[in-house]
């Protein structure tokens, strides 16, 4: 199957997710996963009109960064990918992210905070992160606790070279997706409370969560950035 075949296919699950939950598709990113293709895939897929590109490892991602303008296009945004760090981003590597990468989805600890402010200050950037929860409780997932929030943000305000524009979650791998719902409808209600509750600013909206195989409910639940990787661009060590 095609990129634009995948990409028409995803589209008509994400139109019916948004006529089922009465929301408009223009609330919904697509970041597309290219962590587990080559650089020629990640290429097909930018040439096929997705320009919202996620990475997990700088050393993998600075090959494809570069290929497709790095600083060169940087004042030309039409010409160039907006790259987003998904994964779990070690403090001591802020300093090759930040600049390169526009969203951050990862921020769960303020000595990860410390770094990216310092990099961004350097830089003279503001730097858009979500906050990862780990709403599941899982041990295996990054991110604060659901408790730990609010003054978890509260700190966030001593670094304000980071823009918190929302949270992120990873939801637990279950045979069916519904079974997920309750881990995005908290994230949401985490917003929500935290919003309520002034503790971050009135661009604190979004919601990264849902990949390929539970998508349609997170965006029946709200969110406003779905991550797909294997569903949108393929995963080429499978093909072979």
Known sequence: MSIQDRIQQVERRIEAACLRSGRSRDEIGIVAVTKYVS???????????????????WQD???????????????????????????????????????????IH??????????????AVRLGLHVSCFVQVNVSGEDSKHGIGPGELHTFLESLRAY??????????????????????????????????????KAASEDFIHLSMGMSGDFEVAIEEGATWIRLGSILVGKEEDEQ
């Open 39 to 57: 650089l020629e895939r990640t290429k097909e897929a930018f040439e096929n009109g997705l320009r919202q590109l996620g990475e997990n490892r």
């Open 106 to 119: 990862s921020l769960d600890r303020l000595s990860l905070a410390e770094a990216i402010h310092k990099q």
């Open 160 to 197: 304000p070279s980071i823009k918190p524009i929302g949270l992120m979650t990873m939801a637990p791998h279950e045979a069916e997706a519904e079974a997920t719902r309750p881990v995005f409808r908290r994230l949401r209600e985490l917003r929500d409370e935290a919003r309520a509750a």
């Open 61 to 103: 991602a600075e090959p494809k960064w570069r290929a497709l303008g790095g600083d060169e296009a940087r004042e030309e945004a039409v010409g160039r990918p907006i790259w987003h760090f998904i994964g779990s981003l070690q403090s001591r590597k802020a300093k090759d992210v930040i600049g390169k990468f526009e969203y």
